[in-house]
C-alpha cells in the first residue's frame, strides 16, 4: 500500500460533563482526526489523544500537528508499506511525540485491514468477541454527588468504578465510597498527585482492597514507585510512565508496578501496545486499556486492542453516549452489561459518520 494523501482536522467536541483530574478541568475537547486515503481511494482513519494543554504529558494539539505536518505525513507519503508494523520503524529516527506518530500509524492500520478483508481486532490478534469495560469518574464537588455517579454507573453494568483522587480527595472519601459500594471493583487513578512523602496516606488506602492505584507519583517515575510497590499492599499501575516496550521492561525488572494500563496515543502506536502486551503477558503482569476522551475513532481502536488475551482487567472505554451527545462514528459504541461488542467488519469497524465530524471540524489541512 502507498499513502497519497493525508487530511488532518482539528475537531473540537463538548463533553457532556467537565472531566475534572488532579490537574484541572476539561469539557471542550480538542483534538486531530486524521484520514489516510491509499492508491485506490481507500480512507483509513486515525485519531491524535493528545489534549489542548500539556498537562497529561508535554504533547498537544499543536505539537502534534506541527510533527505530522512537518515530519511524520512527508515521512510516510508514497511510501511502499507492506505491513503496519512498518510505519515505527519508518518513523524511528524521530524522537518520541507518541501521541503524533501514533495517529497516522493508526490510520495505516486500518487502511491495512481494510485492504486484507479483516478487522483491526483480528489483525491484531485479538480473539475476544465482547470486552469488558469500566469507568473513569471525575473529582467530584461533593461526596454525595461521587456516589450518586457510580451508584448509576453501578446500575448500567460498568465492571469497575474508577475514582481520580488527588490530596484532600483521597482516603476519607474512598472510606465512604466503599461503606456504600463493598463489594464493587473499585480502584483509584492518582495522575501524579503524590510524592513518596505522602506514604501514609498511600497505605491507608490499602485498607479499601482496590484493584489497584493508578500513577500515584510522578509522571516520568518507575525508580519511587518501586520503593512504593514495596510498601503497599495494593498493586501499583503505572499510566503517565509508561511510552514504550523498554520503559515497561525496565519498570517490570524494577517491580515499580504489578499492573500496566497501555493508551495506544502515549506508546507511540497499536505495534508497540501490541508489544507491551506481549511482553507484560510473559511477566504475568496484566494489563488493560486506558482512555482519553477520544471520539469514536480512537475509541474504536481501543475496542480492537483490548481482544487480546492479557487485557484481562476491564478497561476505561466506555459508551459513546457517557460523553457525546453525538460521536462521530456509525453505530456508537455501546455497552450492555458492562461489555461492548467487539465489531467484526473489515476496518476499525465503525464507520465514520462525515456530517457529523464536519460539524466538529475547526480547520483542516490535505496534504498530497
Ligand atoms: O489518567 O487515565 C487517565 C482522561 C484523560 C487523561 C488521563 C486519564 C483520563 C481518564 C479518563 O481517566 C478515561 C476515559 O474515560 O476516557
Ligand atoms: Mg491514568
Redesign the pocket.
Known amino acids: 500500500m502507498r499513502i497519497k494523501e493525508v487530511t488532518l482536522r482539528h475537531m473540537q467536541m463538548r463533553l457532556k460533563f467537565p472531566?475534572t483530574?488532579s490537574f484541572g478541568t476539561?469539557q471542550n475537547r480538542d483534538f486531530i482526526l486524521l484520514e489516510a486515503k491509499d492508491e485506490n481511494g481507500r480512507s483509513g482513519w486515525g485519531e491524535s489523544v493528545a489534549?489542548h494543554s500539556p498537562w497529561?504529558s508535554e504533547e498537544t494539539m499543536k505539537t502534534n500537528w506541527h510533527i505530522l505536518e512537518d515530519f511524520l505525513i512527508p515521512t510516510l507519503l508514497d511510501q511502499e508499506i507492506k505491513h503496519p508494523d512498518e510505519v515505527s520503524e519508518l518513523f524511528s529516527n524521530i524522537r518520541k511525540n507518541n501521541m503524533a506518530k501514533s495517529t497516522l500509524e493508526g490510520a495505516v492500520w486500518d487502511l491495512y485491514c481494510q485492504e486484507q478483508g479483516i478487522s483491526l481486532a483480528a489483525a491484531l490478534g485479538g480473539q475476544k468477541s465482547k470486552i469488558e469495560v469500566g469507568?473513569?469518574i471525575g473529582i467530584q464537588d461533593t461526596v454525595s454527588d461521587l456516589l450518586r455517579l457510580i451508584e448509576g454507573h453501578v446500575e448500567e453494568g460498568y465492571k469497575r468504578m474508577?475514582v481520580?483522587i488527588k490530596p484532600g480527595w483521597d482516603v476519607d472519601v474512598m472510606r465512604e465510597v466503599r461503606k456504600e459500594f463493598p463489594d464493587v471493583p473499585l480502584m483509584a487513578?492518582a495522575?501524579s498527585a503524590y510524592t513518596l512523602k505522602d506514604i501514609d496516606t498511600l497505605k491507608a488506602l490499602d485498607e479499601f482492597e482496590l484493584m489497584m492505584i493508578?500513577?500515584p507519583l510522578a509522571s516520568d517515575d518507575i525508580i519511587d514507585h518501586a520503593r512504593l510497590q514495596k510498601e503497599i499492599a495494593t498493586p501499583v499501575c503505572l499510566?503517565?510512565s509508561i511510552h514504550s516496550y523498554e520503559d515497561a521492561r525496565k519498570a517490570i525488572e524494577l517491580g515499580s508496578c504489578r499492573i500496566i494500563?497501555i493508551?495506544i496515543g502515549r506508546v507511540g502506536g497499536l505495534s508497540e501496545s501490541k508489544r507491551i502486551h506481549d511482553l507484560c503477558q510473559s511477566h504475568e503482569i496484566p494489563v488493560w486499556c486506558?482512555?482519553?476522551?477520544?471520539s469514536g475513532i480512537g475509541r474504536a481502536h481501543n475496542v480492537a486492542l483490548t481482544t487480546l488475551s492479557n487485557f484481562t482487567l476491564p478497561g476505561?472505554?466506555?459508551a459513546s453516549s457517557r460523553?457525546w451527545e453525538t460521536d462521530i462514528i456509525k453505530p456508537e459504541v455501546t455497552v450492555k452489561d458492562g461489555y461492548i461488542s467487539v465489531p467484526e467488519k473489515p476496518g476499525i469497524g465503525y464507520e465514520p459518520d462525515l456530517e457529523a465530524i464536519d460539524r466538529f471540524t475547526m480547520e483542516k489541512k490535505t496534504f498530497s
Request: no cysteine; glycine share 8%.
Open positions: 472531566f483530574t476539561l489534549f497529561y469507568i473513569s474508577k481520580k487513578d495522575n493508578e500513577q499510566d503517565e494500563n493508551k486506558g482512555g482519553m476522551l477520544e476505561d472505554t466506555a460523553y
